[in-house]
T-cell receptor, first 114, second 109 residues
Framework: DAGVIQSPRHEVTEMGQEVTLRCKPISGHNSLFWYRQTMMRGLELLIYFNNNVPIDDSGMPEDRFSAKMPNASFSTLKIQPSEPRDSAVYFC????????????FGPGTRLTVT | DAKTTQPPSMDCAEGRAANLPCNHS???????VYWYRQIHSQGPQYIIH???NNETNEMASLIITEDRKSSTLILPHATLRDTAVYYC??????????FGTGTSLTVIP
């Protein structure tokens, strides 16, 4: 099993640019989660999907952030426009709801906004 | 979900058992205890979870007290690769995890 796949692994961009992070969950999993991790705030849940439907986006910091899940095998997290305070590691995780709910995390995308 | 309290850091000698405590005095009857760890620069990794009974898998053992107000994660023979931040999480069957600050475990050669 390939596990959760995220791309890119590293992204450096200038303030004001659009950033798109991508995630492929584990095949057969029907819940997907986007997290952000910083030294100051730790690991924060941004949004999660069940069966491709966004369930709770209360963790999304502001309207500059948006997430989509067009099908069961792909999700994106977009930041437009990006700001230096968005610099963080962004993790995607997936789980098979009803099987103990343990989440399996991807390797993360390290985003740096200059 | 119930709040958890963990020591910020611990050391353990290589080859010895690492016992990581977690207090969750406000846990309710339908809440599970989960443990994850995060090795530097990697995503969090699921270790084990339990409700009432003690649990064991290939990675670790989870001991939950009878009143369920605390638990201990046991790594029976710690290796250098077990150096990581360990998160104790209490949650119900909803999907949201709150990771907190965890315990930074350092395994010493």
């Amino acid at each position: 099993d390939a596990g959760v796949i995220q791309s890119p692994r590293h992204e450096v961009t200038e303030m004001g640019q659009e950033v798109t992070l991508r995630c492929k969950p584990i095949s057969g999993h029907n819940s997907l989660f986007w997290y952000r991790q910083t030294m100051m705030r730790g690991l924060e849940l941004l949004i999660y999907f069940n069966n491709n439907v966004p369930i709770d986006d209360s963790g999304m910091p502001e309207d500059r952030f948006s997430a989509k899940m067009p099908n069961a095998s792909f999700s994106t997290l977009k930041i437009q426009p990006s700001e230096p305070r968005d610099s963080a590691v962004y993790f995607c995780a997936s789980s098979l709801r009803g099987q103990g709910y343990e989440q399996y995390f991807g390797p993360g995308t390290r985003l740096t906004v200059t | 979900d119930a709040k958890t309290t963990q020591p910020p850091s611990m050391d353990c000698a290589e080859g010895r058992a690492a016992n990581l405590p977690c207090n969750h005095s406000t846990i309710s009857g339908n809440e599970y205890v989960y443990w994850y760890r995060q090795i530097h620069s990697q995503g969090p990794q699921y270790i084990i979870h339990g409700l009432k009974n003690n649990e064991t898998n290939e990675m670790a053992s989870l001991i939950i007290t009878e009143d369920r107000k605390s638990s201990t994660l046991i790594l029976p023979h710690a290796t250098l690769r077990d150096t990581a931040v360990y998160y104790c999480i209490v949650k119900n069957t909803g999907n949201q995890f709150y990771f907190g600050t965890g315990t930074s475990l350092t395994v010493i050669p």
